[in-house]
T-cell receptor
């Protein structure tokens, strides 16, 4: 019940294309869903986050879609760029705690 | 403003030794958490400290311990190191507020190699 399942494991996208990464969870106590971007040798950097009282959040080229009834959420990267090549992690957090449950990660490669 | 800072950045230890990792949170952040990231996997929660008290503990053996100081910096200690403890150890800090709206910011990590 504590797991967050993430897919795909790896993703190859052409420059300018749309990258889509999906996550699913089971624990209804989760109330905060961030996405992190991680480059090799670096710590995860917060990209965008959503709370379950909204169905979509957009920040620049990055959009989170959230389906509370299905317990699923996804990250869409529009106009993907080679600089977006990194590993992306979805995560979920329970109320009033800093315990993040991370997905297994998606390695995104964007080719020119 | 400085982000979360961790030291050392890299270290090599041998089995059975002990290691201490250090973390300074973002100024004003009172909550510090520690995560272990094994190569190719997502970070795994180890501890959370808030106002110098332990607020949460992940599924790690008692060889792992931590503490938070009055200035909100933190140390993670690992005793009797095993090969499997080789990982990137990440520290994160946040404004932990009642409605849990605080974002979690990670440092660059301490890369521990156990030989």
């Amino acid at each position: 019940q504590q797991q967050v399942k993430q897919s795909p494991q790896s993703l190859i996208v052409q420059k300018g294309g749309i990258s889509i990464i999906n996550c699913a969870y089971e624990n209804t106590a989760f109330d905060y869903f961030p996405w992190y971007q991680q480059f090799p040798g670096k710590g995860p950097a917060l990209l965008i986050a959503i709370r379950p009282d909204v169905s979509e959040k957009k920040e620049g080229r990055f959009t989170i879609s959230f389906n509370k009834s299905a317990k699923q959420f996804s990250l869409h990267i529009m106009d993907s760029q080679p600089g977006d090549s990194a590993t992306y992690f979805c995560a979920a957090r329970s109320y009033n705690t800093d315990k993040l449950i991370f997905g297994t990660g998606t390695r995104l490669q964007v080719f020119p | 403003d400085a982000g979360v800072t961790q030291s050392p950045t890299h270290l090599i230890k041998t089995r059975g030794q002990q290691v201490t990792l250090r973390c300074s949170p973002i100024s004003g952040h009172k909550s510090v958490s520690w995560y272990q990231q094994v190569l190719g996997q997502g970070p795994q929660f180890i501890f959370q400290y808030y106002e110098k008290e332990e607020r949460g503990r992940g599924n790690f053996p008692d060889r792992f311990s931590a503490r938070q100081f009055p200035n909100y910096s933190s140390e993670l200690n690992v005793n009797a190191l095993l090969l499997g403890d080789s990982a990137l150890y990440l520290c994160a800090s946040s404004h932990l507020r009642v409605r849990n709206t605080g974002e979690l910011f990670f440092g660059e990590g301490s890369r521990l190699t156990v030989l």
